[in-house]
């Protein structure tokens, strides 16, 4: 069984009237993980945490089973790069990558000259070496930021929002250097950030942060179709998010909404959160757009987990369609540019909506 790379337990640390509340999270060698919240959840405190640039107000860090709990940066030799690069711009581009080395006494030998050169030549900055940073671009200077938290081979990664600040462009050519640094260098990485489509192409694990604590763990797709809490449904953009309440039927339960007039189900046992085993008890329904299928009206009587609505609005994108309805509530369907299409559907049509049971996920209140 192999060693955990890093161990935090009860890790609490106030910042003014801010605090992280009790963290206690694992990671293994080679795992990437996303530190997924809002602007002001703790993030970058919890990264500042484990790099030893924040004291701890409570808990204990072990990095390979050794503790660094009370250890000063410069000893714990992790990897860390800033959303803004943090570059020194008195100095050339190769002399940035190698501070950190120079810092460590490593800076001259061969060795780690070979390694700058292979790591200036992986990431296409070779023809910049001799530059100072007010002469790159953002993207650029992430390279270089990056190069320069790897360089001496660190057991860990630490990344605060490394992408935000970059265009679309240059931040998927950069999430494809990650994923080869991750990839080519094995080494394990903890990624804050606030964009969950960046969680998804990048993580394999995430913890959402909600005030200081951790709201929910998990596999980023497993996150996002099952939330945990109402927080998560929604900071994850929840499309349908229905208020109503659990009914239990002949063994079964379903999921009311409205006056009682409007049941879905029988719902999964795997799709109800903590909490919901009581009939009658209030809670929320969560319906992905991409799970709602959306056809012509169908005359006659609905069948289960079917109902009409009306096109109130259209958002037609470059490869899917968002539809926006009323009826029985306000719904949003996601369908693929060649569906709509294919349907040929206009604002104000009458259509048919339809889910599947297992597409249900409902929340406790």
Not at 81 to 103: R, T
Not at 112 to 136: G, K, S, V, W
């Amino acid at each position: 069984m192999s060693q955990d790379l890093l161990e935090v337990y009860n890790l609490t640390v106030n910042v003014g009237k801010f605090s992280l509340k009790d963290i206690n999270f694992s990671m293994g060698p080679g795992d990437y993980v996303i530190i997924l919240g809002p602007t002001g959840c703790g993030k970058t405190i919890f990264l500042e945490s484990i790099a030893g640039l924040r004291a701890l107000n409570k808990g204990a860090l072990f990095l390979n089973g050794k503790e660094i709990t009370h250890l000063p940066p410069e000893h714990r030799y992790l990897g860390f790069a800033y959303q803004d690069s943090l570059l020194y711009p008195f100095m050339s581009v190769k002399e940035n990558i190698l501070f950190g080395a120079k810092a460590r006494k490593m800076a001259g030998g061969p060795e780690i000259l070979r390694r700058m050169e292979q790591l200036a030549a992986a990431m296409n900055i070779t023809h910049l070496l001799d530059r100072y940073p007010r002469f790159l671009s953002g993207g650029e200077r992430q390279r270089v930021s990056l190069a320069r938290a790897i360089l001496t081979r660190p057991p860990l990664l630490l990344l605060d929002e490394p992408l935000s600040a970059l265009d679309q462009q240059t931040r998927h050519a950069m999430q494809e250097l990650l994923r080869e640094i991750h990839h080519t260098e094995g080494i394990g990485i903890i990624h804050v950030t606030h964009d969950f489509s960046e969680a998804l192409q990048l993580g394999k694990r995430m913890l959402v942060l909600h005030d200081g604590q951790v709201e929910q763990e998990g596999e980023p797709l497993e996150i996002f179709y099952h939330p945990a809490t109402e927080f998560v449904a929604k900071f994850l953009h929840g499309e349908n998010l229905i208020p109503g309440r659990v009914l239990r039927q002949g063994g079964e339960q379903w999921f009311e909404y409205g006056d009682g007039d409007f049941l879905l189900g029988p719902l999964p046992k795997n799709c109800l959160t903590e909490g919901l085993s009581e009939s009658g008890k209030l809670s929320t329904l969560l319906i992905r757009s991409g799970s709602i299928r959306l056809s012509r009206a169908a005359e006659g009587p609905a069948a289960a987990n079917c109902w009409t609505a009306r096109i109130k609005s259209v958002m037609i994108g470059s490869t899917h369609v968002d539809v926006y309805c009323n009826g029985n509530g306000r719904w949003q369907a996601s369908l693929s540019l060649a569906e709509w299409q294919g349907l040929d559907l206009r604002r104000g049509e009458q259509v048919s909506l339809s889910v599947s049971p297992e597409h249900l996920h409902v929340i406790a209140q």
